[in-house]
């Protein structure tokens, strides 16, 4: 790829002073977590707080239909909206009469508090059958209270459960200050994602949970490699302070990390305009989260490395640093 010019301008080495301007940006980052904390449970309204949930966690109606022809989902949400439902969520899937999924809709919206549910339903339907031909309905649930709130509290233990593994996995790999500082690092990313959908008004839904599990697995993969280059360069140069070896972990990993990232952010733009609405939040979640994530790796958990301690060791060290390394480095 040396021919494409765009990749000449990536400076192949870099020297900068991230531990410098680290406790800066940890008071930001702290800040902002207490600020997207504060957005995500105010009002502390069951079942979401601050959070804009969808049918998933507030409770609803599911309606699954196929029609004889390819469905418009622009226009069964436009109908099923016509309705005052509230939030309306419509997406394809496949089924086993139609393995493309074009002709399969599943409807979710949320189920009026005045009136029928069943007669609600009923007027969908028939509006939907008007509308769209002869529609074979595969099902129709009403998701409960109870059902809604097992959803959200299923989708939160299964996030505690992913970052407590990580803990663990980071723990028997690297040791106890690096899983901590992973773990912060994964928490200041998850808080940080759950602000985002609290400010920006975002449904969230069970396809935001499935993206703050693919954040937390991107962002401890991005980790990982930079403390694993820590504790190399630990082990390499034991007499050199511990913020240059920090510093020259990072920016030795850096290109990676920034590379890793723009191409996921590049595919998820992609998705976010061209994948509709329904896909929409998820790509928006997935690109905050890799910014966020590729931004903790660098300035919380190296860092954090600097306030909770490493042992080094008691052998000497076996080599000085390069020439071209043990200069003065420029600020970020």
Request: proline content about 6%; hydrophobic content about 50%.
């Amino acid at each position: 790829m040396s021919w494409w010019p765009l990749i000449k301008l990536l400076p192949q080495k870099t020297n900068l002073r991230f531990v410098s301007v680290a406790p800066i940006l940890g008071a930001i980052s702290a800040l902002a977590c207490v600020a997207s904390l504060f957005l995500t449970l105010y009002p502390l309204t069951p079942p979401c707080g601050g959070l804009n949930c969808g049918v998933d966690f507030r409770g609803g109606t599911v309606l699954e239909f196929t029609a004889p022809q390819p469905v418009d989902l622009g226009r069964v949400r436009s109908l099923a909206g016509s309705f005052g439902l509230g939030d309306v969520s419509v997406q394809n899937y496949a089924s086993p009469t139609d393995p493309s999924g074009l002709r399969s809709v599943s409807l979710r919206f949320q189920t009026p508090t005045d009136g029928s549910p069943a007669a609600t339903v009923t007027r969908v339907r028939s509006t939907l059958t008007q509308a769209l031909g002869a529609l074979t309905f595969s099902r129709t649930d009403v998701v409960g209270p109870a059902v809604s709130s097992e959803l959200l509290r299923n989708g939160v233990i299964a996030l505690l459960v992913a970052i407590a593994l990580v803990l663990g996995y980071i723990w028997f790999r690297f040791g106890f200050t690096f899983g901590v500082g992973a773990v912060t690092a994964l928490a200041h990313d998850v808080i940080l994602t759950f602000g985002l959908f609290a400010a920006t008004g975002l449904e969230f839904d069970l396809n935001s949970i499935a993206a703050i599990l693919t954040i937390i697995g991107y962002s401890i993969n991005d980790k990982v490699v930079a403390l694993d280059r820590v504790r190399e360069n630990l082990r390499k140069y034991k007499k050199m302070p511990l913020g240059e070896i920090i510093d020259l972990s990072v920016n030795e990993t850096l290109s990676r990390t920034i590379i890793t990232g723009f191409t996921g952010i590049l595919a998820l733009m992609v998705l976010a305009i061209f994948g509709g609405e329904e896909l929409f939040p998820f790509s928006v979640a997935m690109i905050f989260g890799i910014v966020v994530g590729t931004y903790s790796s660098v300035y919380v958990a190296a860092p954090l490395l600097m306030v909770l301690g490493v042992r080094r060791g008691d052998r000497d060290a076996a080599e000085p640093l390069p020439p071209s390394t043990s200069a003065r480095v420029a600020r970020p």
